[in-house]
């Protein structure tokens, strides 16, 4: 059985649901993209380009 023929035959099964799949694909793209973000993230913060004052007032 090829990946189609599964899709085929549980596509009646699904089709209620249609709205769910979409955004849980759409959920699980933003996710994976956000969690690569995350990684080059701290290269910037550890590569001293940011500087953060902190302010205290007394």
Not at 15 to 31: C, D, E, Q, S, W
Request: aromatic share 8%; charged share 15%.
């Amino acid at each position: 059985m090829s990946i189609f023929q599964l899709f085929r035959n549980i596509q009646p099964f699904v089709r209620p649901y249609r709205l769910l799949v979409a955004l849980t694909l759409i959920l699980t793209l933003v996710g994976s993209v956000m969690q690569q973000v995350n990684a080059t993230e701290p290269k910037v913060v550890v590569g001293g380009k940011h500087r953060f004052k902190v302010k205290t007032t007394l």
